[in-house]
């Protein structure tokens, strides 16, 4: 009998139990061990049933059991302990506050932001909050709980979906099903936001034809950071506006758009009212991780031309404190709407009325070569309302830039203004107990937090005094840890496609504790190439079944509901794992997230990533089994790329400029993948001494843990977000004062009418001395006479540069230098001027300049932001640079 209304009763703890209930509200327990075992010990059976969520653990504890707690002393002074210990994490100053660079009025550095807002469309807390799909979502939680262990006063924002990402089960014949439980937000550990009288806090989008879209918002506190959750499921909205958060990524073009105006705009609405409310510094700095949170910058433009400024002065002064992440590399990865769509939803009838809907449509137009002029990208958009931008690894940054250069055309791919930041993971959430109570025991408890929070390769290099059998018998007992969870898994997943008792006595004999053990967990999109090795089933066959160098293998991973071609390549695994021949050797265990990953990452042995180079932006999953001791097993992309050596795994050679089509390159490297695990990593596995420990592969471990452990840490990539881009943009944000606006937006009007009469007219070059014939030695100079045409711009509105380095065979200029010439004589009676200075000689080899006017202006972050620059004519002999001076 289905009921028909569901509300929640919340137990009544007694007194002595009350801070339970902070506890539980507060997300630090999901990385603090000591309230985790704490929990636990309030009812282990009932731990295990709720899913390590304390709010529903509270909810089904017996009021008997409440009793004798209540009572037990040992557990009070334990509970006292973890209450005080909150207190004084949510209190106490740290490395925000008392980095020894400030010099703030706090303790803090003036330079840095009294607040950030940090916008994403997922977020990977902990599984008891499940609004996370993949590795954004896991990316933006490891975010803001490396803020909250820095004292970064960080306010994240995104949706409360009510359905979450969807649950993965499988069909009897491998099929990838979906099914989507109802979340009621009064059973998660988050708290409603209210007004000062008690009554829900709510922002409001206005939709066209007079409808309201409403949302309220939820307050998840993740240590010290909050995070609000807006939820369209609310009495004032229609059925259509309240289902706008129902599913994370679902729904038609329309629905999409009106989830992204409502994290965005809505978004910056929620913000306003929660500082209002909470008494927080108002965000100096916002942050966009990734496309979909673009329309905030739109709102924040809103709100300053309610006050009067005009919207090229607001978008500057929004620009100025907003920083941009982009995440994908591909341009299939982006939110893209048609521009008719988008144009209905803003304007007089719409969403910010006063604002003309064809400035809008500007933001986020391809207007570069290739580009669809009916399309709207929210990509495009972010870039364009952020004055700093990154990508997520080196190698990232470098595709990002090629990907986006047409939004700055006349700049070579290195110089359009997009950096890179490497992503972390969050240490205290993804290594394994036993491994933190193993670096307690070396290193001391309080070591061992500062070196998973704040990093440092001197308190992680203590782990190198740690003995070889200690690490060994380390990995063993992960390595049965993870054999159990799996056979548990796979018990339920087979029950679940339909199959008896009866036939399941095989699991028993799935994995072995002593197998070198390979794990692959990620979504399924084509490019991850899931199905990878199983391009010679014959030869991963005996790999796995060899008699004395076995290999066992599990996989996880979710297809996007709407991705038929990534639930074939779940299914084509399946059915290869469900060959009575290898399954006690292959598995694959449906339903991947969090949870399951917690226990992944630490069993396993080797770490397997095989992406399509360079398909992946970074990759953050062998991060977090390295930091457990897995060596990792990968092709050269994302993260990978710039932090692989030999001491830490195996890099799979790649075919890309080799292969002439797609399969013949998953060929290729699929032998190399087979190649390696045959030659290499199994020998060295099971190569053992007398005591039975593989020596070099402990080595391999201890120098993943020393070396590369500090690198992969979330707090890292928090600093450097800190002090590359948040304090630079907060410091953006404070120069960009109504008059600076407008001023810069006047600047910028000025540059579009004038820069199409800038030119570089003429260059001469004095020869090096004794070297007529255009070669010259290494440290001579050149004498450079350069003439302009400004138009209506003057000498202090621009620079002029000499762009100099080595020359490749089609005369590019690589590893290029820019100096500035000084502006020594003009403008004459045709409006030239003549600037003037030394070219420096100091490369060997084939050598080349060019030269350039830019942009200048003290409110720019770089020359390049306004996208303009002037060449020289290269049609005309006269002004190319020299055509190759050759230094010897």
Known sequence: MKAIR????????????????????NLRWSWHPETRELFQSVDPGGWRRAGADPVRLLAAVSAERLAELAADRRFLRRLTAAADDLHDYLGGRRWYQEDPVSGGADGGDPGRPAAIAYFSPEFGITAALPQYSGGLGILAG???????????????????????YFRQTLSRDGWQQEHYPVLDPNELPMTM????DGTPAQVTLALPGGRRLCAAVWQAQVGRVPLLLLDSDVEENGPGERDVTDRLYGGGSEHRLLQEMLLGIGGVRAVRAYCRLAGHPAPEVFHTNEGHAGFLGLERIRELADGGAEFDAALEAV??????TTHTPVAAGIDRFDRELVARHFGDDAELPGIDPERVLELGRESYPGGEPGLFNMAVMGLRLAQRANGVSTLHGQVSREMFAGLWPGFDADEVPISSVTNGVHAPTWVAPEVLRLGARQVGAGRTEKALTVGGSQRWAAVAGIPDAAIWELRRTLREQLVAEVRERL?????????????????????????LTIGFARRVPSYKRLTLMLRDRERLTELLLHPERPVQIVVAGKAHPADEGGKRLIQELVRFADDPRVRHRLVFLPDYGMAMAQKLYPGCDVWLNNPLRPLEACGTSGMKAALNGALNLSVRDGWWDEWYEPDFGWSIPTADGAATDDDRRDDLEANALYTLLEEQVAPRFYDRDDAGVPGRWVEMVRRTLTTLGPKVLAGRMVREYVDRLYAPAAHAHRALTPDAS????????????????????????GAPAGQPDGSGELGA?????????????????????VVSGRVDGSDRITDATAVPLKPTAGPDLTGGHLYEGPLALDRTGSFGYTVRILPAHRLLATGAEPGLVALPAESTGEAGGAPGVLLR
Do not use: N
């Open 193 to 196: 936001l209210r007004e000062l």
């Open 742 to 765: 407008r001023e810069l937006a006047d600047y910028k009007a000025r540059l579009r009418a004038a820069w199409p009469r800038v030119s570089v007219d003429h260059v001469e070059t």
């Open 6 to 25: 569901r509300f929640t009763v919340r137990p009544v703890l007694p007194e002595p139990l009350r801070p339970l209930c902070d506890l539980a509200r």
């Open 319 to 324: 620009r100025a404190g907003t920083v941009f």
């Open 491 to 515: 018990r339920t997943s087979w029950r679940q496609r339909g199959a008896g008792t009866a036939e399941l006595g095989w699991i028993e004999g799935v994995l072995a504790p002593d197998v």
């Open 142 to 164: 490891d975010h803001l709980k490396a803020a909250s262990d820095l004292g970064v006063p960080l306010i994240g924002v995104g949706l409360l979906y009510r359905h979450g």
């Open 781 to 801: 100079a050149l004498a450079l006479r350069v003439r302009v045409t400004l138009g209506a711009l003057t000498p202090d509105d621009v620079e002029v540069q």
